[in-house]
């Protein structure tokens, strides 16, 4: 079982920047991806960027090019760097992590993206 706390939620402006954290409470070993998925209300969560256990990243295309999915494994933790940030990425960001069948989630956190 590991616990993730995500952190870095806030409201910020268009075209600002946000860097979300996302702490695991110890280190994982093995094949796993660590994925930031994003739920606006209404909407279904969609994944918006995954980095896996052997550093191959991807995103949504929505995002590409604004933002940057990132580790430091000796913390233990995954960042998402958010830049340009539009209104349209308002939402929950959660984040994921999967070792064999197993998903962990953590709690979210709020992004808004407003004047």
């Known amino acids: 079982q590991v616990q993730l706390v995500e952190s870095g939620g806030g409201l910020v402006q268009p075209g600002g920047s946000l860097r979300l954290s996302c702490a695991a409470s110890r280190s994982i070993f093995g094949i796993y991806t660590m994925g930031w998925y994003r739920q606006a209300p209404g909407k279904q969560r969609e994944l918006v960027a995954s980095i896996t256990s052997g550093g191959s990243t991807d995103y949504a295309d929505s995002v590409k090019g604004r933002f940057t999915i990132s580790r430091d494994n000796a913390k233990n933790t995954v960042y998402l760097q958010m830049n340009s940030l539009k209104p349209e990425d308002t939402a929950v960001y959660y984040c994921?992590?999967?070792?064999?069948?197993?998903?962990?989630w953590g709690q979210g956190t709020q992004v808004t993206v407003s004047s």
């Open positions: 994921n992590l999967r070792v064999g069948r197993v998903d962990s």
